[in-house]
């Protein structure tokens, strides 16, 4: 990292800056034609129930506090549902199921993430993606996620306090073991299992698995509400236990 030193009273302005820029780079990348042309159909055709919205139809920044904790990665915004509303995991059923974790694990101030000035306020938390624009069938391709990595890692590397960093999926768990293997990191052993927590290294982030929470794995009951509550409870358990683990020269 380059910078302030952590420590420093400028530290915090430094993160919020860099990760605002970050976010401004993100919306106007255009570097993937067949998301572009996607988003942009979806944006114009609208569904029947949002025919009165104006859809956002841009990449999808990520959202969160810039000091956080937890930092949760998802997979993609949804067409109906971030790629309409221009905030992560909002305005669909996935965010709200989400959403619902993180209030009553006292993480949000609301159980719902309806729109981008519904009022909704994260608590040491910071929610991204693997891709930040909506994919067809919810499926980008690999050339995809190699184009928009640079941007979670970007985010990593900004992110100075995370304590626990929670894969929503396995294209978002497989993701994360990208960065680890960029930094040098051990990964053999990383295996995706819903609720499975990994002690990376003394000096990173404890890193758990989820099942995403799209509308498959809900209305199936893959992943239930208490299941995922279960993984958000010990998320925060092991951001006590981190405390004591070294600083994280990258993240």
């Not at 904790?69 to 971030?82: K, N, S, Y």
Request: with cysteine.
């Amino acid at each position: 990292m380059t910078g302030p030193n952590p420590q420093s009273k400028n530290c915090e302005r430094y993160r919020r800056t860099k990760l605002r820029r970050i976010a401004d780079e993100v919306v106007r990348c255009k570097a993937c034609s067949r998301l572009v042309e996607y988003r942009q159909k979806v944006a114009h055709q609208r569904k029947r129930e949002f025919k009165d919205w104006t859809y956002w139809g841009r990449p999808v920044p990520s959202f969160g506090d810039p000091r956080a904790e937890f930092v949760i990665i998802g997979l993609a915004p949804a067409a109906h549902g971030a790629n309409r509303t221009g905030r992560m995991f909002t305005g669909d059923s996935s965010g709200n199921f989400l959403m619902r974790a993180l209030y009553e694990a006292g993480l949000a101030n609301k159980p719902r993430s309806e729109r981008a000035d519904d009022g909704l306020q994260l608590n040491n938390t910071y929610l991204t993606a693997t891709v930040r624009c909506a994919p067809p069938k919810n499926k980008p391709t690999r050339l995809e996620l190699d184009t928009c990595k640079r941007f979670l890692h970007l985010e990593l590397d900004s992110l100075r306090n995370g304590k626990v960093v929670l894969a929503l999926g396995k294209v978002a768990f497989e993701a994360y073991k990208q960065y680890l293997r960029e930094k040098s990191m051990n990964v053999e052993g990383l295996t995706f299992v819903h609720g499975a927590c990994y002690n990376v290294a003394p000096h990173f982030p404890y890193f758990l698995a989820s099942y995403h929470p799209s509308r498959q794995n809900t209305q199936t009951r893959r992943l239930t509400a208490e299941m995922l509550s279960m993984v958000v409870r010990e998320m925060k358990k092991k951001a006590k236990k981190n405390h004591l683990k070294h600083r994280n020269p990258y993240f």
